[in-house]
């Protein structure tokens, strides 16, 4: 009977691979977070700050905490039916956590460090807990029994460091997401067991290429929401105007770049794809950059709506134009993952951006969001011009 009530909890050939109204809510909390990240950020460039490097370094650790957590959530519900109540009370479980990290995250590095740890350490071992106990009597126990391990193992410095101040809380959480980040990696090892990495297990390849899709289209949301916010709290001056538009096309121009083409087709890629779980595992990855360079565009871009005139500050263009960088630097390998190359107008997108770093350094922040703009602009075009006339081009990837 016990093996038989496992066999159920699994998504089985009759269950959809598309993702449930359940999954789509559970990515509201998610819309709040990268809305707190951004807010963060853009904090670490305009209030006085000590050392800017260390701040945006905090800044990137919740946002890799955050990341972990939805995308095992993610995982989770493309292994397991997420039809079944007890795996709908697991995302139920994981979407309050998430919350409860939202509404820390501002002040995790000070007062509210307890409450972000324990939400992460809550959903990191809550998880795989439930599966364990639920799979006890089916081999799919030893997967989540491995993650089990090195969540309870991960949980000591998470819990360690919020009980510190300062530095040391820094240098715990930076220990405790390397462990968490290194594990699966690795497959979750144990000692005389072996491993089981993601990339082996047999988890539904379309489900994960749309839920990948859906949350890019969340970053990109969460980077109308800051700018909006942004421009409705400015004092509408004709630069603002025009910051506000340029912020629009920017957004508009980095959703036309993921999506043509290599995002359009992720489905079928994966679902082509002779080893999924091995093309999905990589694409994990690459879509947490570009989710990064998303949210630091987003952070970017606010600064040249509040501030489009005077003098650039040198730490501003790590986002007004690194964030695209980033952004376009994992859609190149985002590329690669689906066609098994990489087109010519990504790398001199890319090259260009980082070129003209010393080039804008002098010039408004208008300016250098305008000229930033004007390279994602390029980059679209190049890629109208590349496809026209040609039938469309299908996934081949290389994994």
Known sequence: MADQRGEELLRGKATSPRATFLELFFDVAFVFALTRVSNRLVDDFTVERRVFLPEAGETLLLLLALWMVWSLTTWTTSRYNPERPEIQLVVAGSMFASMVMAVSLPEAFDTRGLSFAIGYVAVQVGRPLFLTVAMRHHPERQAAGRIL??????????????????????????????????????????????????????VTGEHLAERYQQFTIIALGEMILISGFGFSMSEFAAAQWVAFAITFASTALLWRIYFYRAGTVLVEAVAGSARPGRLAESATYTHLVMVAGIVAAAVGYELVIGHPGGHTDPAWLTVII????????????????????????????????????????????????????????????????????RPPEQPAPPI
């Open 149 to 202: 391990v090195w969540a309870v193992v991960s949980a000591v410095p998470w819990i360690a460091g919020a009980l510190v101040q300062n530095d040391a809380r820094g240098v715990l959480w930076t220990v405790a997401v390397i462990i968490d980040y290194g594990a699966a990696r690795l497959g979750w090892p144990l000692p005389g067991r072996g491993r089981s990495p993601a990339s082996s297990w047999p």
């Open 322 to 389: 690194g964030g695209p960088a980033l952004f376009v630097l994992g859609r190149a390998r985002f590329e690669y993952e689906v066609f098994g190359r990489v087109s010519r107008s990504r790398l001199v997108g890319l090259v260009v951006l980082v070129a003209m770093v010393p080039l804008v350094i002098r010039l408004p922040p208008l300016a250098v969001g305008a000229a930033t703009t004007a390279v994602l602009g390029g980059i679209a075009a190049a890629d109208a011009l590349r496809a026209r006339g």
